[in-house]
Each structure stands twice: as structure tokens, then as C-alpha cells.
């Protein structure tokens, strides 16, 4: 598929594991990946964790910024339970989102003051398995 505006979008979500709840957290986002892979609109979903800075990176995958909303919507639960033992220090939009559907999660006063990018996609492709 060639990029367009509508084409998929890669988010990068880095979070500080706050110190000593490393278990805690791997356990919460172990159950909130198990939930997406079953109802998850997301095409991919790739955790990594570096555990001696004690970071973590999310990547996923979404065919459009719809799908990034309904995900949002499904998961808050998830997402609250991972966030008691993390804190997001940087949140990165791969593509060309739809202001009007994802664009709260990037404004200052929603967002706060995590530093957060969105970058636009020059050209790409997603295989078809």
C-alpha cells in the first residue's frame, strides 16, 4: 500500500518504569497487550524493555487515526493500570494523523508537557501476511 494521509500510523510511546515496580509494570503491560491482540484494532503492537535505565518503548502499529481513538476507547483500563507504574517521556506520531480525530493527545494542555512529535511519512508500504 503507498502512503496517504490515511495510510497506517506508527506510535512510539517511551515510558520511565518508576523504580521498584518493574514486575508491576512488565504484569500490567503484559494483560493490556494480551486485551489489544484479542480486541485491539491495532495491526502490530512491539514492547521493549530496557531494564537496567529502566525504559521501556512501545510501538503500534494502526491503519489509520481512527482505529488509534478506538484503541484509546477499549483500553483506558489498561492503560490507567500501566501508567501506576510508568510515566510517558516521550510520545512519537509516525505519519500523518487526522487533527480532528487524534489531535487532543498531542495539545499541551491534554498532553502536558511530555515532549511529543508527530512526523510525516515520506513513502512506505505495509506487506500484506
Known sequence: MRS?????LLLH???RITPGHLAEFRAAVEKAVAF???HGPQLAVQVFVDEEHLLAHSFQLYPDSAAIVRHWELSDPYIREVMEHCTVERLAMYGEPEEDVVGDAFRPDVAGDVPRAIVPRLIGFVRET
Open 13 to 15: 510511546n517511551t515510558m
Open 36 to 38: 489489544v491482540e484479542e
Open 4 to 8: 496517504t494521509r490515511h495510510a497506517p
